[in-house]
C-alpha cells in the first residue's frame, strides 16, 4: 500500500482525526466528542463567508422558505457561484458530524443542475450558520453504571429512535419528506431527511411510509450492534407523534381506508410482534426528528439540536448541562417526551428525583422495576453481566407490587 499511497508511520496514541472527523475525549468525564471545523473553515474560505456576516445566520435557513424550480432565465450559472462544489460540500459535512443541516442541504441538492438566486442565497445563508457554529459537534458519554437508565426508563445502551414525516412538503411534487433520528449513549448516531417516493393522500399515510423506512433502518441497526457486542436486550422505543399511525400497530383498527398502503401497515405490525420495535406516542413540540422534515425557527431548532447532544464549546463539556442527558439547567427534550408515554398511575406518582435506596425497612412498600444489570441479591454497586436487576423505592402504606420482564 506504502507504494501506492504517502502514508505516515502510526506512533501510537489516540486517535484524533479520521476522515476529516476531529475526534474529541475526556477521559475523566466519560464522553467523547466528534466534529468537523476544519472542513468548515476550508469551506467558508473558499466561498469568502468567513466575516462578520456568519454571526448573523442563527439558523441554515429562514423557517419560511420555500424553495422550487426556477425559470430558465432565472437559473444562476456555474461561473456566478459554485452551486454544485458548494453542496457537494455541505453533503459531506452532513453526513458526517452535522445533522441539524440535513434538511436544507437535501432540499439544495435537488437543485443541482438549475440553481435559483434563492437557493444560492440560502446556500451562502448555511456556510455563514456552519461557520458561526463550526465547533459544535455531537458529544456521546460513557454509560455510569451498566443499570443506568434514560428518563424514559430505558436503558443508556438501548436505542431509541424518532421518527417524523411533514406531508406535501414539496411545493413542485407535493410529495412528504421523511426523517428518522436514531440516539444512543447521550447522542444521535443516524439520521436522515428524505424526500418520498410517491405521493401521499394524507398525514397517516406519509407518516407510515417514514416509519416503515426507519423500522427497515432500525433493522440493519440492531444487527450492526449485535455484532459490535451491543444486543438490544428490549424492542427499540420508536417515539411517533402521528395518533393514526400509533393506533394502526398497536390497536390493530379498522384498516379499510388504507388499503392503499395496507402492506407497509402489515409491515410495521409484523415488526412489533416479532419485538422489533414498538410505537410510543410523544407530542409534536418534543419531536426531536422534526428538524429532519422542515425547515424551523430559531427556538424549535434550537431545541432539537441540544436533544442530539451537541455542544458548541472547542472542548468537550459535562454531559449534565446537555438536555439530551437529563440535564437540570436547560430543557430536557426527551424527558418531556417521555411524560407523553402511557403509563399506570402509580408509576406516574413514583417518579420522584430522590435516590433509589439499597434495601427496604421494615414496614415499608416496594414497588419494583426493571434494568438491565447485576443479579437480585448483589449489592447497586457491582456490576454482573446478569440480565434482570430490581430497585426498591420505600414507599409507607402502598401494597407490595412487583413488576418483573
Not at 144 to 157: A, D, F, K, W, Y
Not at 285 to 297: N, R, S, W
Request: net charge neutral.
Amino acid at each position: 500500500m506504502s507504494d501506492a499511497l504517502e502514508l505516515s508511520e502510526y506512533t501510537g496514541g489516540e486517535t484524533k482525526l479520521a476522515l476529516g472527523i476531529n475526534i474529541t475525549r475526556d477521559w475523566s468525564a466519560g464522553t467523547l466528542k466528534i466534529d468537523v471545523h476544519q472542513a468548515i473553515e476550508k469551506l467558508a474560505t473558499k466561498f469568502n463567508l468567513t466575516d462578520e456576516r456568519a454571526k448573523k445566520n442563527k439558523i441554515p435557513m429562514p423557517y419560511n422558505a420555500k424553495l422550487t424550480k426556477p425559470a430558465e432565465c432565472d437559473i444562476v450559472p456555474e461561473s456566478e457561484f459554485q452551486f454544485m462544489s458548494a453542496v457537494g460540500a455541505l453533503l459531506y459535512i452532513t453526513m458526517t458530524a452535522r445533522p441539524d443541516i440535513a434538511y436544507v442541504t437535501g432540499q439544495l441538492a435537488r437543485f443541482m443542475a438549475y440553481p435559483s438566486r434563492e437557493c444560492v442565497d440560502v446556500t451562502k445563508q448555511t456556510i455563514c450558520y456552519l461557520y458561526h457554529t463550526r465547533h459544535r459537534g455531537i458529544t456521546y458519554r460513557k454509560m455510569t453504571h451498566v443499570r443506568s437508565l434514560t428518563e424514559q426508563g430505558i436503558p443508556e445502551n438501548e436505542l431509541q429512535v424518532y421518527v417524523d414525516a411533514s406531508w406535501a412538503n414539496d411545493a413542485d411534487t407535493s410529495r412528504s419528506v421523511s426523517g428518522h433520528v436514531f440516539m444512543l449513549y447521550g447522542g444521535i448516531v443516524d439520521w436522515s431527511s428524505r424526500l418520498q417516493s410517491m405521493v401521499a393522500t394524507s398525514t397517516s399515510e406519509s407518516e407510515v411510509i417514514a416509519a416503515c423506512e426507519a423500522v427497515k433502518r432500525l433493522k440493519f441497526t440492531r444487527i450492526l450492534l449485535r455484532e459490535l457486542q451491543l444486543k438490544q436486550h428490549f424492542p427499540t422505543c420508536v417515539m411517533e407523534d402521528n395518533s393514526a399511525c400509533v393506533a394502526f400497530v398497536n390497536q390493530y383498527v379498522n384498516v379499510r381506508k388504507v388499503r392503499h398502503y395496507l402492506a407497509r401497515v402489515r409491515f410495521l405490525q409484523d415488526e412489533a410482534m416479532f419485538g422489533t420495535f414498538e410505537f410510543r406516542r410523544v407530542a409534536s413540540a418534543d419531536q426531536l426528528a422534526d428538524i429532519m422534515t422542515k425547515p424551523l425557527d430559531r427556538t424549535l431548532f434550537n431545541k432539537c439540536i441540544q436533544g442530539f447532544g451537541m455542544e458548541d464549546s472547542t472542548e468537550t463539556q459535562s454531559y449534565f448541562k446537555s438536555p439530551s442527558n437529563g440535564g437540570a439547567d436547560a430543557h430536557d427534550m426527551q424527558g418531556a417526551a417521555a411524560e407523553t408515554i402511557s403509563q399506570p398511575p402509580l408509576e406516574r406518582k413514583l417518579k420522584t428525583s430522590a435516590k433509589l435506596p439499597t434495601r427496604a425497612k421494615p414496614n415499608s412498600a416496594t414497588v419494583n422495576h426493571v434494568c438491565v444489570g447485576s443479579d437480585e441479591g448483589q449489592d447497586l454497586q457491582t456490576p454482573h453481566a446478569v440480565q434482570h436487576q430490581t430497585y426498591t423505592v420505600l414507599l409507607p402504606g402502598l401494597p407490595r407490587q412487583n413488576n418483573r420482564c
